[in-house]
């Protein structure tokens, strides 16, 4: 399968971003653009200022200056609870760990973006039954996360980031608490359900095979991005 | 190979005797192997004959006693060798690393070396992934094994780079 | 050398305790506080039987016992009791008349006061002195010629006078030759007031103690991260117990200090502030020993047994803290066990008290103990089984907060247990005590009396005199005798129209009508000395009016019907309208009777000395609740914030996926909630239960406590919004976006 991305308009556009935490300066000038339906590594190395970029983007952070557009809005510019709206309807999230609520089952895990964004309790459980199949897990739909190995419950959090299906997919080193084994079998059945449902995947990983499952990568270093051009 | 690009690039700092040239390139790449005098001697003739350095003589003469110079064409050589990728393929650490430290000695950045080696690998890398995600079990295997032997390089690039500074600080004059 | 070492690691404990910075002192600082307030109610409870028996002691060496067949002698004194109000105040006193030049003289007092002459307690001579006050110099036209001592008084407020007259008869007065006659001191059967007291004070020690017991497990989650440390570093289970209970020790130490503190202001207080048969000198004040050695010792160890006793479940790693993942299902017999002890024990009330069998109280309390514990011990496997069976639809909120509690409910039920236990135990004396009310305030309810005040002379002075006394007295506006004849099996009562539609439901009244009352019939003939009456025809059945007491077969007769018959009447009592725009027309009133009878008796209706009396306890009661619920708000906002600390990770990522933080919030307080009103539920249930039964038993109707259901849970609901509202910044600041960075 191989995946043409267009370059066209960007999806979403990160412009001169700034950003500090107190002292350190986290953000100095970053420019990314995401493209529909591309699988895009963010590399670097630690504390260049990957994650802070993820977070920009996705809209968790608000930049000191610079703008971050997606599509003609800027999220810079957009009220908390707007751009909390944003993240439910049209962005999905995985990170490395600790992300599912320990108390709910692993289907409500999955079903819960749908029950924030307004979905009855049946339909959202109908629907995140399908991705836990489509991610082969079905069987846990019952389990606690506390019941599940690490793989398989990374595995329900992709299937919890797809549910909604998102335009955007963040996912912030998803294999990096996971072996090799498990590694590998996340990515593909992530990155496969991604390109099924034609979602953008913004990827941070400091791992090469990983970052081996994008369209293409770009570079954080010192807080500013070096950006590789989109294949034509 | 790569000696002759290394000598070109100890000499963009300034024309070198080669027993200067033998003893820069030994301290700064020879750690395993230095350089045989000959060695050095026959690969200036090479670049001496295609024109990437000139000779400049010293009264007092007699052959320990050349000086050798960096010409126009051979800046742009070493410029084109040490920004363009290697293709990726196992074990070619020393040539990467004589191309971060050439770029660190004659003031280059050496980042961009690493990126774009990093692009160059990755580029195969997708390759083999698409190939072992579309593949047999076999396919896999075979795709791992290449995996995880490009990961390396690319992991001791990105050590290497988080390592310039220091690196920078050494190799300096 | 063992010793030591165990000393060393309940210090390490200690030390600990405090290590954790900010958080570290404000756990230690919760735990001191909550067994600090626990100590200060036990070290109350153990001082008031010492204060008691110090004030009785005093009130048993002045007791009087006028029903002595004693001749007249040198020595013998003629005494009258007498009791008065003054605007709030009570006050008591003796009439004193000696009849010889050796009249014996009570303790506190140096000698009898001459007639005219009286001495007063210093609290009374304080009231006497106010300029404001002239009414109450004007009652016995007595100059004050000295002060009681304070061993013949009960306490510093007690407002107690010695009269000194010449007015008492053998006829009506006792005659006596020595204060403190052991045959004058008879125990009272336990009254009702001291149950209520001793009822108030198990309402209000059980949570506290089920307080302490959460109190010492107050942020326990933490405490044990920082103990898997100490085990990386090499110690073993049983070290890290001890540590544990080091540092619980700390905290229940600091607990005794704080609850030695608050018991000096608490009886401060009670010496200050103490009124009545509650006040006390400081000198009485003193905690029973042994008690106080009971509470130094016992208080450590059961604080640092139930922290052992909640270690058992928890499994301190090297690497972390693993909580028994499959919590044992909690079993209801051995819960139903305290409960069915206490119905047990309280079930021989539902027939009434029978105050004369000895320690009822005693049953009473344990009874109430035994119910209140029970609660404790119920709640925990009431809100496992009802959040069990909650289904998790609903909003997302709800369905976060019930899986949480179905995860894991132990920690908001040991906060919530003492809200239950004290709101149960509040609205069980709530109950009683507005029952009681109700007894005294049955007129209430009806239109309000026309005649106030009854004044029942004490001595047989003709009615000229009285009707000359109340003609002159400022702010009488009307009166109207009542003139009681006493036969065998009934009773006669003479007065006019007005003042016998007051006395019962008769309706229609003309002069010469007669009415029946609790079974005084028509045509029945009643022996008046030498001549009969018979009851005409026309003799209407009626009923009482709601306030008047019962007094057996009654005719209420008007004048009319009994012209021309010569009646003698055993008393003539006195109905008195005041004029409400005229100030201070009852102490006038009280003036004018007391100066022209002293033993003569006045009945108010809406009789506000017992209501006021109730009603301070239960302002008290209320007031300890509030202070109770409080102090659980504040351990309940100690657990919202660390359970939230604990999910810092899994909160960012909720915001992060775009979760509201109005669902967040909602969740906590769904948390808090649910818990609560459970909690609340049993409370109200178990205090209703336990108030019908108070009721019956003190023989009040059965009235649901509204009020009191409405003010518990109107704190209760306070508590939670108060919960949830402290614990939302914190929420805030964890779930702020920087917050999936800190991992």
Known sequence: MTTTVGRGTPLLTADDVHLSFGETTALRGASLHVYAGEVLALMGPSGSGKSTLLHCLAGILTPGSGSIRYGDRDLARMSDTERSTLRRGAFGFVFQFGQLVPELTCLENVALPLRLAGAGRREAQRRAATWLDRLEVADLAGKRPGQVSGGQGQRVAVARALVTEPAVIFADEPTGALDSLNGELVMKLFIAAARDTGAAVVLVTHEPRVAAYSDREAVVRDGRVREQEPAR | ?173 | MRARNWLFELALGARMSVAGGRAGWFRLGLIAVGVGLGVAVLLGAATVPAAMAASNARTDARAIDGYQDLPRADDTMLTSHFTTRFEGWSISGELLQPEGSHPPVPPGVSSIPGPGRMVVSPALARLLDDPANGLLRDRWDAEVAGVIGAEGLSGPAELFFYLGTDTLSTEHDGRIREFGTPGAIVRDPVPMFVLLTLVGMVVLLIPVMVFMAAAVRFGDEARDRRLAAVRLVGADAATTRRIAAGETLAGAVLGLLIGAGLWVGEILLAHRWGTGALSFYLADLRPVPSLVVLIVIAVPVVAVAVTLSAMRRVVVEPLGVTRMSTPVRRRLWWRLLLPTAGVVLLWPLYRGIDEHSAGYEIQVVAGMAALLTGIALLLPWQVEAVVGRLGAGGSPAWQLAVRRLQFDSGTAIRAVSGIAVSVAGVIAMQGIVTGIESLYTRSSASAPVRYGVAVLPGSSLPDRSWTAALDATPGVHDYRPLRIVRLDGATLRIGDCALLSQLAEVGECRDGDVFGLDGAVAGTTYRLGDTSWTSPATTRAVSRAEAEPTSGETLLITPGAMAGVAVQPDDTNFYVALDPGVPHAMEHLRNSVARLDLQAYLYSYGNDTVRAALAGMRDALLAGAIVLLVLIGASMVVNVVEQLRERRRVLAVLVAFGTRRRTLGGSVLYQVAVPVVLGMVLAVAVGSVLAGVLMTAVGAPLTVDWFGIGATSGIAAVVVLGTTAAGLPILWRLTRPGNLRSE
């Open chain 2, 1 to 173: 190979m790569s000696v002759g690009f290394a000598l070109l690039g100890l000499l963009e700092n300034g024309p070198r005797h080669g027993y200067d040239l033998k003893r820069s390139y030994d301290e700064a790449f020879g750690r395993d192997r230095a350089l045989h005098y000959g060695q050095v001697y026959s690969t200036m003739a090479r670049l001496l004959k295609n024109g990437l350095v000139e000779v400049e003589s010293e009264p007092g003469d007699g052959p320990e006693r050349k000086k050798y110079a960096i010409t126009h064409a051979g800046m742009t050589d070493v410029a084109e060798w040490i920004s363009r990728p290697e293709k990726p393929e196992p074990y070619l650490q020393s040539t990467l690393y004589t191309k971060v430290v050439l770029a660190l000695m004659t003031g280059r950045d050496a980042t961009e070396v690493l990126d774009a080696q990093r692009a160059e690998h990755l580029r195969l890398m997708r390759v083999l992934t698409r190939r072992k995600t579309d593949g047999d079990l076999a396919d896999e295997l075979i795709c791992d094994h290449a995996l995880f032997h490009l990961e390396a390089d690319l992991r001791w690039l990105e050590l290497t780079a988080a390592r310039l500074d220091r690196l920078a600080a050494r190799v300096r004059p």
